[in-house]
């Protein structure tokens, strides 16, 4: 039997972090890439005595989350100590949530090559992050930087509703997407500020009973997620089919090798001891602290997707690129509020000339949309709409916009840009080219209708790329006789 005969069974475990000013029981930064312990103080750092002090934002974006998320939100949640040791966790605990979490039966709507699917969440709930250990392994010591001690996350778990390695990336896009148009994270994988682990296992086709599951950590890309789940199917399959039994483990995928290890053994919750929090009381929350949260969602990526398609006549492939920035998404509709034209050459501009720009510049979004505000844009558009300026000449003036802030017109007159498009003049130049390329008229009026292109070029060239591209071909196609 092969991979084919058996049925992957995934569920996901997200830890985002909150992007909020500090942390979540106390008054440290929260910024990244500081000094190691910069951003400590008492409580993170685990002191006798120190007390916590919630959050209020936490609690905020938790919500926020979970209503974008289509989950039920708990009135009273509990929190809990979560109790492991660990050299980068300064209490011996982590503050988290257990049996009453803030949030519970979401859902996620992804892509797939059968239609959508929806993947069921489990439950959403806030906890803080441990430090990080800093191996130098030349001298042989491990340091321990706790300025991400207490930074506040929220863990959402997905029900194991995912079969392939494909739809466990698309649901985590999807996933990243909402939180970052929320204002809630900021997507960063690299950085660990969005984190996932996945459990992992197999079943036979044609069975329902899932198999023994292992969880991998370390999967910091959508590359190596997609890897890692790929490479732990194909070696749980392979151990049952030797007549093993697969350990439930946690295991660490080493991309340079592209496989998964042995990490330690998996703990269940009772490994963890955990009990109520007794220094945190329970968060009580008011049924119109959730609906004023509600009243402020933004419309979500999916829906503005829909939209995009419905309302501007968009392909879902544009729509898609579109709105996966929520900035670029704005931006895009305000320059639509002010552009007549069409949108699907305002999308090829966003996707080519705007794109071009944020990659070769390293700026964002807000960076071109100071220097080329919507009117602007609709204005050079409209330039090219009307044939006075060619699109490569517009794509010039697009840069110097950006370089300068000035409006289209000012740039297209100072630059000499503007497109001939008098009739007079075209004919002549057209005369002219006819006249010094007679064999290659009468070889295109013999049925070498390929020349008609050679002759546009030439008619170009005379007139230093100026001229009105569809005016040039209409004249030629009248002079030489209304051949191609």
């Given at each position: 039997?092969?991979?084919?005969?058996?049925?992957?069974?995934?569920?996901?475990?997200?830890?985002?972090?909150?992007?909020?000013?500090?942390?979540?029981?106390?008054?440290?930064?929260?910024?990244?890439?500081?000094?190691?312990?910069?951003?400590?103080?008492?409580?993170?750092?685990?002191?006798?005595?120190?007390?916590?002090?919630?959050?209020?934002?936490?609690?905020?974006?938790?919500?926020?989350?979970?209503?974008?998320?289509?989950?039920?939100?708990?009135?009273?949640?509990?929190?809990?100590?979560?109790?492991?040791?660990?050299?980068?966790?300064?209490?011996?605990?982590?503050?988290?949530?257990?049996?009453?979490?803030?949030?519970?039966?979401?859902?996620?709507?992804?892509?797939?090559?059968?239609?959508?699917?929806?993947?069921?969440?489990?439950?959403?709930?806030?906890?803080?992050?441990?430090?990080?250990?800093?191996?130098?392994?030349?001298?042989?010591?491990?340091?321990?930087?706790?300025?991400?001690?207490?930074?506040?996350?929220?863990?959402?778990?997905?029900?194991?509703?995912?079969?392939?390695?494909?739809?466990?990336?698309?649901?985590?896009?999807?996933?990243?997407?909402?939180?970052?148009?929320?204002?809630?994270?900021?997507?960063?994988?690299?950085?660990?500020?969005?984190?996932?682990?996945?459990?992992?296992s197999v079943m036979r086709r044609g069975t329902s009973d899932f198999g023994t599951r292992t969880e991998l950590?370390?999967?910091?890309?959508?590359?190596?997620?997609?890897?890692?789940?790929?490479?732990?199917?194909?070696?749980?399959?392979?151990?049952?089919?030797?007549?093993?039994?697969?350990?439930?483990?946690?295991?660490?995928?080493?991309?340079?090798?592209?496989?998964?290890?042995?990490?330690?053994?998996?703990?269940?919750?009772?490994?963890?001891?955990?009990?109520?929090?007794?220094?945190?009381?329970?968060?009580?929350?008011?049924?119109?602290?959730?609906?004023?949260?509600?009243?402020?969602?933004?419309?979500l990526p999916r829906a503005k997707q829909a939209r995009f398609v419905a309302e501007l006549a968009l392909p879902?492939?544009?729509?898609?690129?579109?709105?996966?920035?929520?900035?670029?998404?704005?931006?895009f509709e305000a320059c639509v509020s002010v552009y007549a034209g069409d949108r699907k050459k305002l999308a090829?501009?966003?996707?080519?000339?705007?794109?071009?720009?944020?990659?070769?510049?390293?700026?964002?979004?807000?960076?071109?949309?100071?220097?080329?505000?919507?009117?602007?844009?609709?204005?050079?558009?409209?330039?090219?709409?009307?044939?006075?300026?060619?699109?490569?000449?517009?794509?010039?003036?697009?840069?110097?916009?950006?370089?300068?802030?000035?409006?289209?017109?000012?740039?297209?007159?100072?630059?000499?840009?503007?497109?001939?498009?008098?009739?007079?003049?075209?004919?002549?130049?057209?005369?002219?080219?006819?006249?010094?390329?007679?064999?290659?008229?009468?070889?295109?009026?013999?049925?070498?209708?390929?020349?008609?292109?050679?002759?546009?070029?030439?008619?170009?060239?005379?007139?230093?790329?100026?001229?009105?591209?569809?005016?040039?071909?209409?004249?030629?196609?009248?002079?030489?006789?209304?051949?191609?």
């Amino acid at each position: 039997m092969s991979v084919a005969d058996f049925q992957a069974v995934i569920g996901l475990e997200v830890h985002a972090q909150l992007l909020t000013a500090t942390k979540i029981f106390c008054g440290c930064a929260t910024a990244f890439g500081a000094e190691p312990n910069a951003y400590t103080c008492p409580v993170c750092l685990g002191m006798p005595g120190a007390l916590p002090v919630l959050n209020e934002k936490v609690v905020e974006f938790a919500v926020r989350t979970g209503l974008a998320l289509g989950c039920e939100i708990r009135e009273t949640s509990v929190w809990a100590r979560k109790n492991y040791f660990y050299p980068d966790l300064p209490k011996g605990y982590q503050i988290s949530q257990y049996d009453l979490p803030i949030c519970e039966h979401g859902r996620i709507t992804i892509d797939t090559p059968e239609g959508e699917k929806t993947i069921r969440v489990r439950r959403i709930h806030m906890e803080e992050d441990a430090g990080k250990n800093v191996h130098d392994a030349a001298a042989g010591l491990t340091r321990v930087d706790l300025n991400r001690a207490g930074v506040p996350l929220l863990e959402i778990v997905s029900e194991p509703d995912l079969r392939t390695a494909e739809e466990a990336a698309e649901y985590l896009k999807q996933l990243r997407d909402i939180l970052v148009y929320l204002g809630v994270n900021d997507g960063n994988l690299e950085e660990g500020s969005f984190r996932c682990d996945a459990n992992v296992s197999v079943m036979r086709r044609g069975t329902s009973d899932f198999g023994t599951r292992t969880e991998l950590k370390n999967l910091n890309s959508f590359r190596f997620i997609r890897q890692a789940i790929d490479y732990e199917i194909a070696r749980q399959v392979e151990v049952i089919e030797s007549g093993g039994a697969v350990v439930q483990e946690t295991r660490l995928y080493d991309p340079d090798r592209g496989e998964t290890r042995p990490m330690r053994s998996k703990e269940e919750a009772h490994d963890y001891r955990y009990f109520p929090d007794p220094d945190l009381p329970p968060l009580r929350l008011s049924r119109a602290f959730i609906e004023q949260v509600r009243s402020t969602l933004p419309e979500l990526p999916r829906a503005k997707q829909a939209r995009f398609v419905a309302e501007l006549a968009l392909p879902a492939y544009d729509a898609r690129v579109l709105t996966a920035d929520r900035a670029l998404a704005e931006y895009f509709e305000a320059c639509v509020s002010v552009y007549a034209g069409d949108r699907k050459k305002l999308a090829n501009w966003f996707m080519g000339e705007v794109a071009r720009l944020m990659n070769e510049r390293g700026v964002s979004v807000s960076d071109v949309r100071e220097k080329i505000p919507p009117a602007h844009f609709a204005a050079l558009l409209g330039e090219i709409d009307k044939g006075a300026i060619s699109n490569n000449a517009a794509k010039e003036v697009f840069s110097e916009m950006f370089r300068t802030g000035r409006e289209p017109l000012g740039i297209i007159s100072e630059k000499g840009l503007a497109q001939i498009s008098d009739l007079g003049a075209i004919e002549q130049a057209v005369d002219e080219i006819l006249a010094k390329n007679a064999d290659s008229v009468a070889s295109y009026r013999a049925g070498n209708q390929k020349l008609l292109g050679f002759f546009v070029g030439q008619v170009m060239k005379a007139m230093k790329g100026k001229g009105n591209p569809q005016r040039v071909n209409e004249v030629l196609r009248k002079k030489l006789g209304g051949q191609g």
